[in-house]
């Protein structure tokens, strides 16, 4: 911060407690002093321009959520309120010149200097929206280069200053504004994430992504071009990946503030850790235990992982949480997931996706009536689609699950095989901790690393795979979905549902084009659907379908292209288009099965709890709704989805040993999959998808 000027004879009475010792700085939205508090230390305290009279409502308002953001690289606002009618707020004083200040005088940052910056800003920003601030003015004048590392000051000022004003001017700076800045849609954390990119590519190039022309010019640049980001070789690989997301002109396609942090940080950091180690990175000197590497890859050359990787381990995926106004709660687990994740206790967990069948079906060795999964069905492909995949009869090769006791029982001539696995066993002594996920490589058969504290299931043939993360449920704005394309490496999030409505169980279509997610109002284990997500991850898009608000059941693709089922009262079944039309009901049937619906070559068939024995599996037609079938299991063996289109798959528990069996239409065992310890069996998710 530049050094003080002499107080001035015009300069105010500060209020009672603080002594001015100089100005620090004067704008459009007030002045700034440097002052001494009652207690001896340095302050900055900023008097904006007078309120217009009896307006002082939004003032206070906005001033008291300011001062709930967490002291993680910012500058922390101590105090707030109004004196001799002038509104005022008071931080800490950062001894440092601002980041404009620095470009100007000696150029681009470079290497660790650099690096100190994103982390830091990234952070000050995932503290500012966890808090429910928006910035609304990020740019280099707005970043101080402390000692301490950098730190981001006058958050929320812009709102506090229009909210003050009562004018109709344009509140921001133009080269560091989003375009919905510029059409009246307002400002929100997206606007920031747009603003925090264009001061990275000035902070890594020495100009930002629009220029710096006459205002009309570089609004039309937002607006209309593609920014520029220069040949800086500083700004590269994943950074520069998370750069062109955060500049992307639809803000619900632009990643939060803390799903970008992680991203960068790696998934092995618990999302209620990000602020702290994301804080610790921005601190000069290098972190702990890392090298002089760049902490993010150069792009397409990560880990093996998905995704990009840091120096402590495998990238995320771009987890989401721009938290709530209080301290993160603790990173849910089983528990917090159980009946959305399909991860109960006592679960035998088997995920499956059948080509034209059906897709991420989960197995559970417990009450699966009483247990939402994923799964999925048809939606129309752009050309023929291909023959359904099968199961060979019997298994040749045995391939052990690596980290757990189970052994996959497979045959070259499978057409469906395990793509991914859940760990949520409670062993804290495993080398891979927090609840890992694993995805298969489709060319080798190995299985990597996918990320902790989500639920990744891939496509079809295995290139995309999509996310849900734990951390998005402190989330304070909005739901979203991660896909990640394992070829290149490149991961984005999607924007689903505006909170407090939050989705689970992705579902993608036998053809990997669309992922089906059910809509829910809350994430206790009774709260109720109220309605569906299609999510298309090639345009990034998701259409919403609300619902009336039903009980915790999912809603799974139907038998019909472009359809989707759901349990209805009294033992129906519900088929509704994607805009919500209930095209048909199947009255009597019982309790759809979580299991879901399969294509035939007559039709279809679905799954549901028999009507006069819901310990029972009835097989019905599809659109007809005759019986076909009854399976009867006994007490040790749970029938849990489709397979393919002659064969069911389930779980059958000994006492030490359970297996994972693939069952015909009369029950009978045809074959064993997997097996393994029960515990294992218990609480190791498989998910079963096409080759």
Not at 72 to 91: E, I, K
Not at 191 to 214: E, H, I
Request: aromatic content about 6%; hydrophobic content about 40%; overall charge negative.
């Amino acid at each position: 911060m530049p050094s003080a000027a002499r107080s001035r004879s015009d300069d105010p009475e500060l209020p009672a407690g603080y002594r001015v010792l100089g100005r620090l700085g004067a704008g459009g939205q007030g002045v700034v002093y440097l002052a001494e508090s009652a207690g001896g230390e340095r302050v900055a305290v900023k008097v904006l321009h007078r309120s217009p009279a009896g307006d002082l409502g939004p003032f206070l308002a906005e001033a008291e959520l300011i001062r709930r953001v967490r002291a993680f690289c910012t500058a922390q606002v101590v105090d707030s309120g109004v004196a001799d009618g002038r509104p005022y707020l008071v931080t800490e004083y950062v001894d440092g010149p601002s980041l404009a200040r620095v470009i100007e005088e000696r150029g681009a940052l470079r290497g660790p200097e650099l690096v100190r910056l994103v982390f830091g800003t990234l952070t000050a920003l995932a503290a500012v929206h966890q808090a429910g601030v928006v910035h609304r003015d990020f740019k280099p004048a707005n970043v101080l280069l402390g000692r301490d590392g950098p730190r981001v000051i006058d958050f929320g000022i812009a709102r506090v200053a229009e909210s003050t004003a009562g004018t109709d001017e344009l509140v921001g700076t133009p080269p560091y504004m989003a375009p919905e800045q510029f059409d009246g849609s307002g400002a929100g954390p997206p606007a920031d994430m747009f603003a925090w990119a264009s001061t990275v590519v000035c902070a890594a190039t020495g100009s930002p992504p629009f220029g710096t022309a006459p205002t009309p010019a570089v609004i039309n640049r937002i607006l209309n071009e593609p920014p520029d980001l220069g040949g800086a070789a500083e700004l590269d690989g994943e950074l520069r990946e998370l750069v062109s997301a955060c500049l992307d002109k639809d803000p619900a396609r632009r990643p939060t503030a803390a799903g970008a942090l992680m991203r960068l940080l790696g998934e092995r950091v618990p999302a209620r850790e990000i602020l702290p180690e994301g804080s610790r990175r921005a601190v000069p000197g290098p972190p702990p235990g890392e090298g002089p590497t760049a902490p993010w890859p150069a792009s397409g050359k990560g880990p093996a992982a998905p995704g990009h990787a840091s120096g402590e381990g495998p990238g995320a995926l771009g987890i989401p949480a721009d938290g709530s106004p209080a301290a993160p709660p603790d990173v849910p687990g089983r528990t917090r997931w159980r009946g959305r994740t399909a991860v109960p206790p006592a679960l035998a967990a088997v995920g499956l996706l059948a080509g034209s069948l059906l897709t991420a079906r989960l197995l559970a060795a417990g009450d699966v009536s009483s247990f939402p999964l994923p799964f999925s069905s048809p939606v129309p492909a752009s050309s023929a689609p291909a023959a359904p995949p099968t199961m060979a009869a019997a298994s040749t090769t045995d391939t052990p699950l690596p980290g757990t006791g189970i052994t996959l029982h497979e045959n070259p001539a499978d057409g469906l095989w395990v793509s991914s696995y859940q760990d949520w066993r409670d062993n804290p002594d495993r080398s891979t901790k927090g609840l890992p996920g694993f995805l298969r490589d489709p060319r080798t058969g190995a299985f990597q690393p996918a990320g902790a504290l989500r639920l990744t299931v891939a496509a079809p043939g295995g290139r995309l795979a999509a996310s849900l993360s734990n951390s998005r449920l402190i989330a304070s704005d909005y739901d979203r979905i991660t896909v990640t394309d394992r070829a290149s490496g490149a991961s984005y999030d999607i924007r689903t549902v505006d909170r407090p409505l939050i989705t689970f169980h992705p579902a993608w279509n036998d053809d990997g084009t669309r992922i089906l997610l059910t809509v829910y109002e809350g994430v206790g284990d009774d709260a109720p659907s109220v309605g569906f997500a299609v999510v298309d991850p090639v345009a990034r898009t998701a259409r919403i379908t609300r619902m009336p608000a039903a009980g915790p059941h999912p809603y799974v693709w139907g038998v019909e292209p472009g359809t989707v089922m759901h349990r209805g009262s009294g033992g129906a079944v519900r088929v509704h288009g994607l805009d919500g039309r209930e095209l048909r009901v199947l009255p009597g049937v019982g309790d759809l099965h979580p299991g879901g619906a399969v294509t035939t070559a007559e039709g279809g068939l679905f799954l549901t709890s028999c009507p006069d024995a819901p310990a029972d599996t009835c097989v019905w037609t599809y659109p007809a709704g005759t019986g076909k079938a009854r399976v009867r299991v006994g007490g040790r063996t749970a029938v849990h989805g489709w397979l393919d289109a002659g064969h069911l798959l389930a779980v059958r528990r000994g006492e030490k040993t359970s297996e994972v069996v693939m069952l015909d239409l009369a029950g009978k065992a045809v074959r064993v999959l997997a097996d393994g310890p029960a515990g294992d069996i218990d609480e190791v998710v498989l998910w079963y998808t096409p080759r």
